[in-house]
Nanobody, 121 residues
Framework: VQLQACGGGLVQAGGSLRLSCAIS????????MGWFRQAPGKEREFVAA????????YYSNSAKGRFTISRDRAKNTVSLQMNSLKPEDTAVYYC???????????????WGQGTEVTVSS
């Protein structure tokens, strides 16, 4: 399985971006897809996750209410709609594949290459 993330860019504070992650191969029903991010000089942190089969979602406190994770089973993609962006959302965003709906990066075995998001103030 390979993951290819895209959709990053430069946006002003308050703006929106939509990240997308293409998944090669069909995910199993038990698959969980997650988004993580890593800001310069900081540790990688969990953003959101979704279970492939039941559309169950899980968000970090910083993402809740502003970001929406979704999946398209026909296209084998998972997306992260980010609204009301803040400068502190600036980071490289990674999609990842796992089997448990958790916020722990060690639960995710496959990672994409990352897409950079910069939010200007």
């Amino acid at each position: 399985v390979q993951l290819q993330a895209c959709g990053g860019g430069l946006v002003q504070a308050g703006g929106s971006l939509r990240l997308s992650c293409a998944i090669s191969g069909r995910p199993f029903s038990s698959t969980v897809m997650g988004w993580f991010r890593q800001a310069p000089g900081k540790e990688r942190e969990f953003v959101a996750a979704i279970r492939w089969s039941r559309d169950s979602t899980y968000y970090s406190n910083s993402a809740k209410g502003r970001f929406t994770i979704s999946r398209d089973r026909a296209k084998n993609t998972v997306s992260l709609q980010m609204n009301s962006l803040k400068p502190e959302d600036t980071a490289v965003y990674y999609c990842a594949k796992g089997a448990a709906l958790t916020s722990f990066d060690y639960d995710y075995r496959t990672w994409g290459q990352g897409t950079e998001v910069t939010v200007s103030s």
